[in-house]
């Protein structure tokens, strides 16, 4: 029987830029340090991202403490509360989802997926690493400076973030400032070096519409934060400015203690417009490249095509061109014209259609799949309940007469938590496990996996369902005690405590996750170069870990799309994008 593959061809045409000599470091610290290798790079941005995550994960235990018994803890006061409630939400969204998606996978899966030997400029991608890590110290150090961090929410709303009465108005909110404004510059560094890698350095016979679509969802990711980000840059600036030399982009004229302020004329509104500007398009920063690390996921690990391929791309780029038009659906209660409150929620049902395009091609995918149930795959998996689930409340807020009520409450809270933390973890939990005998040559504990898999499954619904319960009755968000309200019944309290109990088993689990993590580098069982039989071409290098230069003295040659599984007629499940067809022919003749 003859096989039958799908966007199959003999023909490459020939390379149209010649290959750039690499530098290769000499020394120890050339090599780890000041690295302009992106694997090395890539893991610089993860350790990073993940230390300072582990920050956030603290500062959340905290906050449940606060809230599960109220008034317990001597050493959480209101201040304290509402700063661990700002640092939490901007390390989880900025500097680790971020950071990790891009400055981590991006890095180090790009040029290996694409073919090329490294980033197209090399030393600009190190310097972006180092800005980075010292946007992240800036940052640390505003919980020592006097004040402590700014507790103004994460959204750092003026005139409340730097108006005198809000902790870390002064040396906190500038040092947080200050540090997105240099976040912002390290990624542009970087951000440009993905974006033209993916245009300009792909391999022969890579053609786009053969990348895997983990590639698109980066690529796609990358350009948006590069249009998105800047919107945040000017903003941080102004503010910074309004704060020190007293001009008035976003402070109005303001009576405090019965003396007038010096500003006149700000418009805080402003800054609400410019922050979701960035902020909406930053939800598909961390959603893209989930979406498509788990359809690669989905398809290795079902062993079978990704379905819909085409339109999935599709998918994400109308993702990414409408999640600059839906970003006032954050602000329905700053006192909008109900027409344009008409008009943003119209295009958030909008941007949802390319959204359930990639849910059902998911599904779809999996349909009479050859599914494994690997650690990767569970999690793939419970992303796409989580997804679908925080999905559906988003189209409760989405809805301007809906969310009124809402907005304040902790329905807002558990809905963004199951869209943009447990969802795109899930992912990034689910791609370690995938990548790592790649980065490492060595396997995880399967059954510390799939223990880690469950309990952070399970403990995050235990979580965040109740948390809906809560936001249905009211009770409000960023408070920092709820006792003595009348409106609140007492079930509301043994939720509290409920989640809070949920919130550190599921924390404390995630040191299983570092401890497998840590243990199966020195004493993990040898991988082999492709233990998951995938055909995209970060598994066919010739040395695991791969070298710096990644494909040794040529590279590889691509002949066909990224998703060659069970193909009709053909001896293995499984196709490499560098098996030409004569080859596979061959194979299969042979076995004949």
Not at 1 to 25: Q, R
Not at 46 to 51: D, E, K, L, S
Not at 305 to 321: C, E, Q, S, T
Request: include cysteine.
């Amino acid at each position: 029987m003859s096989y039958v593959a799908h966007d199959e061809s003999a023909f490459a045409p020939p390379a149209e830029v010649e290959e750039v000599e690499l530098y290769h470091a000499k020394t120890w610290v050339g090599k780890y340090v000041w690295s302009q290798d992106a694997k090395v790079i890539a893991i610089q941005y993860a350790m990073t991202a993940i230390g300072i995550g582990l920050v956030a994960l603290v500062l959340s235990w905290l906050m449940r403490l606060q809230l599960g018994y109220p008034n317990t803890f001597s050493f959480i006061n209101p201040s304290n509360y509402l700063q661990f409630v700002t640092m939490h939400g901007m390390i989880m969204v900025i500097y680790l989802l971020t950071a990790l998606f891009l400055g981590g996978f991006g890095n180090y899966l790009i040029p290996l997926m694409v073919g090329a030997r490294d980033m197209v400029f090399p030393y600009v991608n190190m310097v972006s690493y180092w800005v980075y890590l010292f946007a992240v110290l800036l940052l640390v150090a505003s919980f020592f400076v006097t004040g402590g961090p700014t507790g103004a929410g994460w959204t750092l709303y003026p005139p409340q973030a730097i108006s005198h009465g809000t902790p870390g108005a002064s040396w906190g909110i500038i040092l947080m400032l200050v540090s997105l404004a240099f976040f912002i510059i390290g990624f542009t560094m970087g951000g440009l070096n993905y974006v033209v890698t993916v245009l300009q350095a792909r391999t022969r016979g890579m053609t786009m519409m053969r990348l895997p679509l983990t590639v698109w969802g980066i690529f796609m990711a990358t350009v948006l934060a590069l249009l998105a980000f800047p919107a945040l840059f000017v903003s941080a600036i102004m503010m910074i400015l309004d704060l020190t030399l007293g001009t008035s982009f976003f402070m109005p004229a303001l009576v405090s203690m019965g003396k007038l302020s010096e500003h006149t004329g700000g418009n805080p509104l402003l800054f609400q417009h410019l922050f979701w500007f960035f902020g909406h398009p930053e939800v598909y920063i961390v959603a893209l490249p989930a979406f498509g690390i788990v359809s690669d996921l989905l398809s290795v690990h079902a062993r079978k095509n990704i379905f819909g391929y085409r339109m999935m791309v599709w998918a994400i780029l109308a993702i990414g061109a409408l999640s600059f038009v839906v970003w006032a659906h954050h602000m329905y209660v700053s006192g909008m014209n109900p027409y344009f409150g008409f008009f943003f929620a119209t295009t958030t049902l909008i941007i949802a259609v390319p959204t359930a395009i990639k849910v059902y091609n998911w599904v779809l995918t999996l349909w009479r799949g050859n599914i494994h149930l690997t650690v990767p795959m569970l999690f793939a998996i419970g992303f796409i309940f989580t997804f679908i689930n925080g999905g559906l409340t988003g189209l409760f807020l989405g809805n301007a007469t809906v969310s009124v009520p809402l907005s304040d409450t902790m329905f807002v809270v558990a809905h963004f938590h199951m869209v943009m933390a447990i969802a795109p973890i899930m992912v990034v939990f689910g791609a370690i496990y995938h990548w790592y005998p790649k980065i490492t040559g060595r396997m995880l504990n399967d059954t510390l996996g799939k223990f880690h898999f469950w309990v952070t499954f399970v403990g995050s619904y235990c979580i965040y369902y109740p948390m809906h319960y809560l936001g249905m009755m009211g009770v409000p968000r960023r408070y920092y005690a709820i006792s003595g309200t009348d409106f609140i019944p007492a079930s509301a309290h043994f939720v509290n405590e409920w989640i809070t109990i949920a919130a550190l088993v599921v924390g404390v689990v995630q040191l299983v996750f570092l401890y497998n993590l840590i243990s199966s580098y020195f004493k993990g069982k040898p991988s082999g170069s492709n233990p998951w039989n995938a055909t995209t071409l970060e598994w066919q290098t010739p040395d695991t870990p791969p070298k710096h230069g990644n494909f040794g003295a040529a590279l590889p040659v691509v002949y066909r799309w990224a998703y060659d599984y069970s193909v009709p007629g053909a001896v293995e499940d499984f196709i490499p994008q560098n098996v030409p067809p004569r080859e596979v022919a061959g194979r299969n003749t042979s076995k004949t």
